[in-house]
């Protein structure tokens, strides 16, 4: 769970888990990973949830504007996407369930380098997910259902700031 020098695996990994779960628990056969952007779009809204091991924290999460975060609660509480749009506090708490469930998937494809990783509770938020001088982020753009997304890994940065 180190930094840079994992990341790109980390990220991989990520994207892989966002493919199955899409597919799985969403129902969505056309996903993919567009692009690796340096930031989000602002004032996108998702959920994220920590990832606690032995040797660090990381954490993974779920990003997209308002409408897309309908789409994909709706998706997931088996709602027609014409159905009226879910109150927001509907919204987050699908969003994050979501978002456990990604979780509990990347948690499989890593668990050869780090076994014994501890789950934390998913936290829904609105606004931009930005680096700080501890943390880095690592993003992949991606597209489910004809809708574009962003997965987050927020990692620690390494001693020499990469």
Known sequence: ???????????????TAFTETAQGAL???????????????AR?????LGLVGPTGAIQIGLAA??????????????MDPGDEALPAPDMADALCELVN????????????RAASLQMGLPVFFDGCVQPTERT??????????????GLL???????DGA
């Open 153 to 159: 890994l927020v990692y620690p940065r390494a001693a």
């Open 65 to 78: 504007d308002e409408e897309t975060c309908q789409s994909l609660a709706k998706r997931l509480l088996g």
């Open 27 to 41: 129902g969505l056969d056309d996903v993919q990973v567009t692009d690796h952007p340096d930031a989000l779009a």
């Open 1 to 15: 769970m180190s930094a840079a020098s994992g990341c790109v695996g980390w990220l991989g990994d990520l994207e």
């Open 136 to 149: 880095a982020v690592a993003i992949a753009s991606v597209r489910a259902g004809g809708r574009s997304a």
């Open 44 to 48: 996108w809204q998702g959920a994220y």
């Open 101 to 112: 469930i990604l979780a509990g998937a990347f948690k499989g494809k890593v668990r050869d």
